[in-house]
């Protein structure tokens, strides 16, 4: 593995990946997790998002992740899988609403770029679903996304249920990935 800038920080600062600080620059950026929020992370091992998650809001945030998702002081964890609604029930069981949910699943890759891109784009639907069982009116959402024929699509859908959203690539993210994160702030509960 190449040790880059942000994987040799994490290392050094005590988080989990590099990916850390993709949300702390989103964060810095767009300001979506504030004080007492309550969070939801999607595709959330091995935990570098929640750990910055915790660090911003201080309240209530829970992961999920198809993995197993070791030990974070205060942060419950469900292991599950986004796609399917038993998943959005067990989340029930913890928190009823969120103010934020943010999402960084992505699917193992192939290596076959359309079929890659595909399965992302479904990963991002079903992260969007689930958003939407949770998120209170207003509420924010951030979804990695990667770019390819069915990029507009999604973001058509998505500009309906969110009054602002913008693309973002943070800086830590890796120069030659196709990845970009959504940032969707003010959700609609009835759309337009
Ligand atoms: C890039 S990693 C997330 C890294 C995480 N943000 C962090 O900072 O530690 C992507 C994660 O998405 C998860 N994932 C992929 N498909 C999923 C699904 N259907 N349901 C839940 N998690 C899924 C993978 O297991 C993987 O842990």
Redesign the pocket.
Known sequence: MRRDYFYKKAKREGY??R??YKLKQINKKFNVIGRGDVVLD????????LQVAKELSMGTVIG????KIEYILDVKTIR????IDETIFKIKEEIQTADVVVS????NLSGNWSYDHARSIE?SESALKVAEAFLKPGGNFVVKVFRGDLYDTFLDTIRKRFGYVRAYTPEASRKQSAEIYLICKKYKLEQA
């Open positions: 989990r990946t990916a850390s999607l595709g959330a091992a091995p935990g570098g998002w999920v992740d198809l993995q599950g899988d986004i796609t960084d699943a992505s699917p990963l």
